[in-house]
């Protein structure tokens, strides 16, 4: 790659914020991503391992997870990647982290010369800019803008890890800067195989994160594999490189919020109507905001105060209401009086919170849901009722068991005063974050008689026949990091959708409306954290279309650097989750996960830049499959080719199975696809009518 001077203007670009010299920061990063993993001398050791500027992931006592042989064995796993002339010193500095934090997170090998960001193509040292675009997005991921524990490598949900460790990051560095277009790096749960021999076709790298024989696929076993070095749980984008921070989800958060409204209070205008959740960390951090577009009043506790205090500064929630829930209370009954669009946090626990207004004779909210991370409840995606955030973390630590058991009765106590409100006429669902499977687990008053939940996943009664449209989280990136070429890109996006929404289905065309209304004004609602990014919901025609409008607009140089295009593994074909994506499939192929490792395969042999097929998401480890995606637009005939491959298999084969499963809405979609695209033929139901007895 070129180490000639950036050629457009850098002045807009935010990335170099703070920055005198470019080439210096240019050439530090070079120094520091080819060397790799030091083979002469060791980097300094830091005077403090734990940033006290950065939040950090909670720790833990590994003496209740690992056996003495066992964290033998991890120290060993985690020297394999040094010199052996290494081994004493590092032994007893991970020995010290793994006692101290519960892993090996090799703090002493973090870069600290330059600040961890996407920066530009031109800024990477790599003979490959499909490499370089690679190393932009892993980079943006561990952004402490945007990452939940930065300097663990935990981008959201508590565990959603990168990598390991920091001698991993180092290594996959050094790989990508040698890389040539005629190499895959293939990636081992955060461990890098190796370089491979392949061709231009072939992906760059292929990932796989938390991949297991299914009989060891539990919540201990993957605590027990990730103390020992030998897997992480990539939850969606974190694992796949392709987080865009708080707005991936809060497009989609917005959708459910709108359509919430539809179906449950039958209004499109949500002015004075209240929707109260929790959680302000990593993707829950968008609920505020979604809250906002959607033109309600949202109220959101958390616990700890950094994450709220992070969302206020970035905008992303309007005010606090503090940690006094009279005072809450009042700020809520307030702004219905108002009727005002405003997002409301609460620092303090969330089931204080659901009590208080139960207490009510009033009903004060309509619509309520959660996005703790319980697919991670007893590490710290849950925090029980009655501690301080600070309390709770050393109980996690000292007696693992008391805190299961007090997050248990919290979950308890929760459901009962959700109960207590839906009963009055509020509005509950599951936000796909295990919130039914462990209230469940906890004992609570979620089950109906016949063994059914009380409540349904978003997914079953709102997003599950959006996604059987055809529509889902489409993303891109620009690696130019210009403001001026994402706003071009937003233009094409509207114009495409404006085009498309002529011609589209009667049931297409509510999703195409809402769309074109997010990309309008998507740059006023400030949604860029970190690289610049966008999401939008489109099909498989608007995907395609957008795609080859991006392409030729970089070809033509109006738009001057690549374009990553992704999506969320929350999407048509993307996961298997039998309590999320999968929860509305009901001709028992809900536990099937053919879909997702068919979905990373076709993109794979169909030239994606880079695919990843993940073990838990959302939901847990062991509770879902999921796969995820980039692919590099460059300007190229053969990205206009790869476009049209990809992004036709990469939505029909979830249409098509979800027409098989009898959803209705995607047997119009996926009829309507063979026509458009007549060398695609699928398999179609012949709906069985008439009821026997067995």
Request: proline share 4%; glycine share 8%.
């Amino acid at each position: 790659m070129s180490s000639e001077p950036i050629t457009t203007s850098t002045s807009n670009i935010s990335c170099y914020e703070g920055i005198t010299d470019i080439h210096a920061l240019r050439e530090e990063i070079r120094k520091v991503l080819t060397r790799g993993i030091p083979q002469d001398e060791l980097p300094p050791k830091p005077v403090v391992e734990r940033d006290p500027s950065v939040p950090h992931a909670p720790t833990k006592n590994i003496d209740l997870i690992l056996t003495k042989d066992e964290q033998k064995l991890a120290i060993k796993n985690a020297l394999r990647y040094f010199p052996k002339k290494f081994h004493k010193e590092l032994a007893e500095e991970f020995i010290h982290e793994l006692k101290t934090y519960g892993h090996v997170y090799m703090y002493r090998f973090r870069p600290t010369t330059f600040d961890i960001r996407a920066y530009t193509l031109e800024d990477y040292p790599a003979k490959s800019k499909h490499a370089a675009s690679i190393m932009f997005m892993i980079f943006n991921n561990l952004d402490k803008k945007v990452a939940q524990y930065p300097h663990e490598l935990v981008t959201y949900g508590g565990n959603g890890s990168v990598f390991s460790n920091w001698g991993q990051f180092l290594l996959v560095m050094k790989y990508l800067s040698e890389m040539t277009d005629e190499q895959t790096l293939v990636m081992y749960s955060g461990h890098p195989l190796g370089l491979f021999p392949s061709n231009p076709w072939s992906p760059r790298v292929v990932i796989t994160n938390g991949l297991t024989v299914p009989n060891y696929s539990t919540r201990d076993d993957y605590e027990k594999m990730y103390a020992m070095g030998n897997t992480i749980y990539g939850q969606m984008t974190a694992g796949s490189y392709c987080y865009i921070g708080s707005q991936g989800i809060v497009h989609g958060t917005t959708l459910v919020i709108l359509n919430a409204g539809r179906k449950y209070l039958g209004l499109e205008d949500l002015s004075g109507k209240v929707f109260v959740t929790s959680g302000l960390g990593g993707m829950s951090g968008a609920q505020p905001k979604a809250g906002v577009i959607s033109g309600c009043i949202s109220v959101v506790a958390e616990i700890n105060p950094s994450a709220l205090n992070k969302r206020l500064e970035q905008g992303w929630l309007a005010e606090s209401a503090g940690s006094d829930v009279e005072k809450c209370v009042e700020r809520i009954k307030q702004a219905r009086k108002n009727k005002e669009v405003v997002s409301i946090g609460y620092l303090g626990n969330v089931v204080d919170l659901w009590e208080r207004l139960a207490e009510e004779d009033e009903l004060l909210v309509e619509l309520g849901s959660d996005q703790t991370s319980l697919h991670n409840p007893f590490a710290g995606g849950y925090y029980p009722v009655g501690k301080t955030f600070e309390e709770a973390n050393q109980i996690m630590k000292d007696n693992p068991q008391l805190f299961k058991e007090l997050v248990q009765q919290s979950l308890v106590r929760q459901v009962s005063a959700i109960n207590k409100l839906t009963k009055k006429g509020m509005k509950f669902w599951d936000y796909g974050n295990c919130f039914l499977y462990e209230a469940r687990n906890a004992g609570a008053d979620i089950v109906k008689e016949g063994g059914d939940f009380k409540y349904p996943s978003y997914v079953q009664d709102i997003m599950g026949n959006i996604f059987a449209l055809g529509f889902g989280p489409f993303r891109y990136i620009c690696t130019s990091n210009d403001p001026k070429d994402l706003e071009t890109a937003d233009k094409i996006a509207t114009q495409v959708i404006e085009e498309l929404r002529k011609t589209s289905p009667p049931k297409s065309t509510q999703q195409y409306d809402d769309n074109y209304r997010w990309i309008v004004q998507a740059a006023e609602h400030k949604l860029v954290v970190g690289s610049q990014a966008r999401i939008l919901y489109s099909d498989i025609e608007g995907r395609m279309k957008i795609s080859l409008e991006f392409n030729k607009a970089i070809r033509e140089g109006r738009i001057k650097g690549q374009i990553v295009l992704s999506r969320d593994h929350h999407d048509v074909s993307g996961a298997d989750s039998p309590f999320r994506e999968t929860s509305d499939m009901y001709d028992g192929s809900n536990k099937t996960a053919d879909m997702s490792v068919h979905t990373f395969v076709g993109n794979a042999i169909r030239g994606t830049t880079y695919c990843a097929l993940h073990n838990g998401g959302g939901v847990g480890f062991g509770l879902a499959i999921n796969c995820g995606f980039g692919l590099v637009l460059d300007g190229t005939e053969e990205a206009d080719e790869k476009v049209k491959g990809i992004m036709l298999w990469d939505v029909s084969n979830g249409i098509t199975r979800r027409s098989w499963s009898g959803n209705e809405n995607a047997y119009e979609a996926i009829e309507r696809a063979m026509e458009l695209h007549p060398n695609l033929k699928v398999t179609l139901p012949e709906k069985c009518d008439f009821d026997f007895d067995i």
